[in-house]
């Protein structure tokens, strides 16, 4: 654990930083900055942008938010893995309904899924990064069909946290997912589930070819009681039993293991962006944390084990695995400054 000798880990310290890029004055200017775009953007197609949509807290407030704040016409996609919380799968009914916005449903393989998964788990000790990396493919790919210029989706730092070396989401990229699982996939495969070659995704990037990313939530925060709030308001309900991300049946098995195998969850990590917001104190914080049983097995682990024909003593394998273990290009010093250098071109080209 990083801490200082203030007794205060990276985040809280990333945290204080930052503090003064969220006064009253930059909120108004972001805001700005997000409604220039969405100016620029309209009419440019049938649709003015893509959003990733599960049904989920932030994709459902983006949603509304770019409908009936920011005047867009989004298409909007959904990912079904073969995991969907039933509730979720009614919230993307409900709102897509509610707002008036065309949806496409991408059903991939629940074969291959299940494969991809169970290789990812027995190899690399986490079973996301399949998903997770087919929601971005699909994301790019939609967007080439359909003649769209932004994909507009976001993970909030105020209500989603992403643990750098817990969390794989901050980890996985296309190398890594070669590494554990290229031999799964022939070519057509990669095709599909996988984002194209570096070089090949910056240059289309760079020259307008392929969609711009915006994390929409950099520039409007709102706190997760607002998210709630506004959400309920137009038919969205949190899915039952959901720990972090509701919109998947399997999120109390990924809070389980990362608990067996770090001691910490993505839960104790929104807990602790709750206390640095100011939305909950410290000692609510601790008593929800106190509260929630991530050392037990979940109810829906002996589902997830049949699912991807795992044993026990599989399991037990698993979590002695360790995903940074195998190699990325993610980190790379290299790697992120041509990252900032597209990213640097992309703000260029949507200010313009």
């Not at 290789?119 to 769209?148: D, V, W, Y």
């Given at each position: ?32 900055g997000l409604r220039a775009i969405a100016e620029r953007l309209k009419g440019k197609g049938k649709y003015d942008c893509l959003v990733p ?300």
């Amino acid at each position: 654990m990083d801490v200082d000798e203030h007794g205060r880990c990276r985040y809280c310290r990333e945290a204080k930083k930052s503090n003064g890029s969220h006064t009253a004055t930059h909120a108004k200017r972001a805001q700005d900055g997000l409604r220039a775009i969405a100016e620029r953007l309209k009419g440019k197609g049938k649709y003015d942008c893509l959003v990733p949509f599960s049904g989920g807290k932030e994709s459902s407030y983006i949603l509304w938010m770019l409908v009936s704040q920011y005047g867009l016409r989004p298409l909007a996609f959904n990912m079904s893995n073969g995991f969907q919380h039933p509730d979720a799968v009614r919230n993307i009914e409900t709102i897509v309904d509610r707002l008036g916005v065309d949806l496409v449903v991408c059903r991939p393989s629940q074969v291959m899924v299940r494969k991809l998964m169970r290789a990812f788990l027995l190899k690399a000790g986490e079973f996301c990064t399949p998903c997770n990396m087919l929601i971005s493919a699909t994301g790019f790919r939609l967007a080439r069909q359909h003649g769209i210029r932004v994909i507009m989706s976001g993970n909030a730092a105020r209500t989603n946290p992403g643990l750098d070396g817990v969390s794989s989401a901050t980890y996985y990229d296309r190398v890594y997912y070669l590494n554990v699982a290229g031999e799964i996939l022939s070519r057509a495969d990669r095709d599909y589930y996988l984002n194209p070659g570096y070089v090949r995704t910056a240059v289309r990037r760079m020259v307008g070819a392929d969609a711009h990313v915006m994390n929409v939530l950099d520039y409007v925060q709102p706190s997760l009681e607002e998210m709630h709030r506004t959400l309920e308001s137009i038919g969205w309900t949190r899915p039952a039993g959901a720990i972090q991300h509701g919109d998947c049946i399997l999120d109390p098995v990924k809070e389980y293991l990362y608990y067996r195998k770090w001691h910490c969850t993505e839960v104790t990590a929104l807990y602790s962006v709750l206390v640095r917001n100011g939305e909950i104190t410290r000692e609510e914080a601790l008593q929800r944390a106190m509260g929630e049983e991530h050392s037990k097995p979940p109810a829906v682990l002996p589902h997830f084990m049949s699912s991807l024909d795992i044993t026990e003593s599989d399991l037990d394998d698993a979590m002695q695995k360790d995903f940074r273990s195998i190699q990325n290009i993610r980190n790379s010093l290299m790697f992120r400054y041509a990252k900032r250098a597209v990213r640097a071109v992309e703000r260029i080209r949507m200010h313009n």
